[in-house]
Structure formats: C-alpha cells, structure tokens
C-alpha cells in the first residue's frame, strides 16, 4: 500500500512539473528580465495573493507528505508488495 501511495504521489510530482515546463515554454519569457526577477524580486499589492496562493500550493503538499504515515517507517515487509 504504502509503494502505490509513493507512486500517486510521484504521478503528481510529474504532472506538476511538465505542466510547468510547458506554461514556461509556451509564454517564453524575456532572459534578462527573468533574470532580474530572480536577482530583485518584486511585489505589487495586486500579486500578493497570488505569490500567497502558489506559495501555499507548493509548500502544503510537501507538508501532508512528510508528516503523514509514509515517511514514520520504511520498514516494509516485501511480501506484501
């Protein structure tokens, strides 16, 4: 049980990161003003929210899987897999 709830995990895992890949792909940002943007972030009182809610959609997550029952013990009896 605890392998295929690792595996749906890792399905969304991967459909996070393609379907980032492709949204940055598909607007294909200016390098340099990228660049600045990772160098100076900045914050207008319109994309607040939003940084709160991508923050939030990234870190909850992360947190529902280090702290439930996958992650107490690897101690896995083979045969039941």
Request: glycine residues 4%.
């Amino acid at each position: 049980m605890v392998r295929k709830l690792e595996a749906v995990f890792a399905v969304l895992i991967a459909t996070m990161a393609v379907s980032f890949a492709w949204v940055f792909t598909d607007t294909k940002p200016n390098g340099k003003d990228l660049l600045i943007g990772i160098l100076v972030p900045k914050l207008s009182s319109k994309t607040i929210r939003q940084a709160v809610g991508v923050v939030g959609c990234v870190i909850m997550p992360h947190n529902v899987f280090l702290h439930s029952a996958l992650v107490q013990s690897r101690k896995i009896d083979p045969k039941k897999e």
